[in-house]
């Protein structure tokens, strides 16, 4: 009751809609009634749930999470990367979402996001059922 | 095995102390051991689990994010509200809890609240059983 | 199908890699296919997953977050704690982790920290199956 898809993503810190892979991932697990986890795998990324009607709301977030946690070669851990950790700290690396007749209970402005926050790169996402 | 309820807020950020409507909930389901999911559908609010004796704990937690993520002009987004967007993100807009002998496995001190961010606004809430 | 376990801290802000206790606890309760969920009954400490491999990545992590949430007497609740209910809130107090053949699903490099904001104390994790 777990599939796993792969994320292409194209700059260091992008948001990418999940939402109909995920969706499909829930028509072939068979999901009827119950829930999923969308969890991330890696430490330098996230799972949110935001709005997807406008890219301007995710582009307003990576700015804020830009500002608010910057890249600075005054961190300790070597990489470079250490803003990345921390941003997948304080998004979140999983979301959790009702399925009701077979499909998702999200709000009406509500998709799922895959968040790079160390990219580009190939990501991985797996979606299991509850 | 899912209700949804309706959450007033009075305010444009204010967090609610749903606990009450949430044990309730629990019962109406009946559920006995397992979890719920407390999910917000909306994208300018969040769920969160944090002290409920002393109400200025969560006016502690309201007015540094209002410092960390302003109100401002400078947003792409153009609705005003872009800050309510990543307030929802930062917080999160679920929380799982275990639920034993038929009640929440809460601590001592931890209530849950809804976190609205853009309000004052009629919003719903979802509880849903795992 | 729910374990408690005790996480003693060392300092007011630290990070304790629960990990191993997480996979022993799911051996225990036999849980072979689905999730468990790790939840901290406290309001002043919280759950993350992040790099375990260097343990830089948890101080820089701790670092930013005291950078942005510093302790102050500023604060209307006055307990002095604030800023650990803040980070409480911000990090999260769960995260669900999907099991598979009897095993965390966890990425390479992904362990389970309990996040301790106003130690040293001894602390409570529950680990339930879903």
Same mark, same amino acid.
């Given at each position: 009751?777990?599939?796993?898809?792969?994320?292409?993503?194209?700059?260091?810190?992008?948001?990418?809609?999940?939402?109909?892979?995920?969706?499909?991932?829930?028509?072939? =697990?068979?999901?009827?009634?119950?829930?999923?986890?969308?969890? /991330?795998?890696?430490?330098?990324?996230?799972?949110?749930?935001?709005?997807?009607?406008?890219?301007?709301?995710?582009?307003?977030?990576?700015?804020?999470?830009?500002?608010?946690?910057?890249?600075?070669?005054?961190?300790?851990?070597?990489?470079?990367?250490?803003?990345?950790?921390?941003?997948?700290? =304080?998004?979140? /690396?999983?979301?959790?979402?009702?399925?009701?007749?077979?499909?998702?209970? =999200?709000?009406?402005?509500?998709?799922?996001?895959? /968040?790079?926050?160390?990219?580009?790169?190939?990501?991985?996402?797996?979606?299991?059922?509850?």
């Amino acid at each position: 009751m777990t599939k796993t898809f792969s994320v292409r993503t194209r700059s260091r810190t992008t948001f990418v809609d999940i939402t109909a892979e995920v969706r499909s991932i829930v028509a072939d =697990l068979g999901v009827e009634d119950g829930a999923i986890v969308v969890y /991330c795998p890696h430490t330098t990324a996230a799972i949110t749930i935001n709005e997807s009607a406008d890219p301007d709301v995710v582009r307003d977030v990576i700015g804020k999470l830009s500002e608010l946690v910057p890249e600075s070669p005054a961190f300790f851990h070597a990489e470079g990367n250490s803003d990345a950790h921390i941003k997948s700290s =304080l998004i979140g /690396c999983s979301e959790t979402v009702l399925v009701r007749d077979g499909d998702l209970v =999200l709000g009406t402005w509500q998709g799922i996001f895959f /968040c790079e926050f160390d990219g580009p790169r190939s990501r991985q996402v797996v979606v299991g059922a509850l």
